[in-house]
């Protein structure tokens, strides 16, 4: 661990884990072996992360996050409450990667832009999958494993593929809802949960 950083005593933080000291950790926070914390990022109460993840310049996570083994989050991500982040997930940041410019000198911090990218409370970004930069993540939203994300998903769906393409609607609970029409709405019905989701009216549409 570098420095002090501003973590409460009541956070973990393994031996081996590099965190630094403008990094925030909120109460209650585990971080584990070889996880690499960056400068300005800020980490919500309950929050784990993972072995091996890295956690870009001012990134920032909601409580009660789950960001598990050799996941990357790279500058300009932003994690709602209770995000779910799977294993080897990553999430890029620049539209026009290249290590160099046109006269092949090396880019510095300021020859190219961050594209913000936003996971809203609830969500889930299953394993393997790579989420593009720019991209918004509904609440309660799932996606499934080795998913290639390139567009907005909207809150509640069900997406995977590559290229990610909604295949159905899910409950908080993460189960699949049954889609219900009437009255001029659309509503997802969870036979687990015993309740309904009110659904956008795009709900009978397959693709993202």
């Not at 501003?6 to 996880?35: I, M």
């Not at 994690?79 to 026009?96: K, R, S, W, Y």
């Not at 790579?130 to 494993?145: D, E, K, P, S, Y």
Request: some cysteine; proline content about 5%; overall charge neutral.
């Amino acid at each position: 661990m570098t420095g002090s950083s501003q973590a409460s005593n009541a956070a973990f933080v393994h031996p081996s884990a590099l965190v630094s000291s403008e990094a925030t950790l909120g109460d209650g926070c585990r971080v584990w072996g070889w996880a690499h914390i960056r400068e300005g990022a800020v980490i919500g109460p309950g929050s784990t992360i993972g072995a091996g993840v890295y956690v870009g310049a001012g990134v920032r996570l909601g409580r009660n996050c789950k960001i598990q083994n050799g996941a990357l989050l790279y500058e300009g991500v932003e994690l709602g409450e209770g995000v779910f982040v799977g294993p080897q997930v990553c999430f890029t940041n620049d539209f026009l990667p290249r290590a160099v410019n046109p006269d092949l000198s090396l880019k510095a911090a300021d020859d190219w832009q961050v594209s913000p990218t936003r996971v809203h409370s609830g969500a889930s970004v299953g394993a393997q999958s790579v989420v593009i930069g720019g991209v918004t993540i509904g609440r309660w939203a799932l996606i499934g494993a080795a998913s290639i994300v390139t567009h907005d998903v909207p809150e509640h769906a069900l997406a995977y593929g590559q290229p990610a393409r909604l295949h159905g609607w899910v409950c908080r609970c993460a189960r699949k809802l049954e889609v219900r029409r009437g009255d001029g709405r659309v509503e997802g019905w969870c036979g687990v949960c015993e309740r309904g989701v009110e659904l956008p009216p795009q709900a009978g549409d397959h693709f993202l």
